[in-house]
């Protein structure tokens, strides 16, 4: 009797190419078409549009394949290790700012800010762990564990609970670090439009 398991298919997958070729030829191709699409020059024509985007993948993965990069600088391997962990930090900021909206828009749209600041900070250190570029904590400092990692964010959370909890409550005519910045990319969309 035969067995063919969603393990067997991803095999497949591997062995012929699919993870390391169309899978990232894929995303390259979509996001530099979609990207392409917002530049005033292409944005009418399709056509040219389609070629840069073909010919800019392509330029992506085919020295992946052939195995003309250099050990540890090879985009596709970077691109590999780094988004399943940005995929995760997406998430997890998903799931933050959805938590938060429990408590009120306002409070959200305030720590919008936060949560992508943090955000983007992830995502450059994952980039940058992918490249080799640092290692984390734990390989730069010998007393840096596990131990006091969980004890710093338990410390950052209270922290963050508590200047919350006790902030002065702000006055209409002043306007916080985040609703000025709310306001000028209010402003900003504003003039897109």
Do not use: C
């Not at 070729?21 to 699409?37: E, K, N, Q």
């Not at 700012?97 to 800010?113: P, V």
């Not at 290692?135 to 950052?156: A, H, K, N, R």
């Amino acid at each position: 009797m035969v067995t063919f398991g969603f393990s067997t298919l991803i095999q497949y997958f591997q062995s012929y190419g699919v993870m390391d070729f169309l899978l990232p030829f894929i995303l390259v191709f979509t996001i530099i078409y979609a990207v392409t699409a917002t530049v005033p020059l292409f944005k009418d024509q399709k056509n040219f549009r389609v070629i840069i985007a073909l010919v800019l993948s392509l330029l992506f993965v085919v020295p992946h394949i052939t195995g003309l990069y250099p050990l540890g600088y090879d985009p596709v391997q970077v691109m590999n290790e780094s988004l399943p962990s940005i995929t995760l930090v997406a998430v997890a900021a998903v799931m933050i700012l959805l938590l938060l909206g429990i408590f009120g828009r306002d409070f959200t749209n305030a720590a919008g800010g936060w949560v992508a600041l943090i955000a983007i900070l992830f995502v450059v250190y994952i980039f940058g762990a992918a490249l080799g570029l640092w290692f984390g904590p734990y390989d730069v400092f010998s007393w840096w564990t596990t131990d006091v990692t969980e004890l710093m964010v338990i410390l950052l959370v209270f922290g963050v609970l508590i200047w919350w909890i006790t902030k002065e409550p702000q006055k209409p005519e002043e306007k916080g670090l985040f609703d000025k910045l709310l306001e000028i990319g209010g402003k900003i969309t504003e003039r897109k439009k």
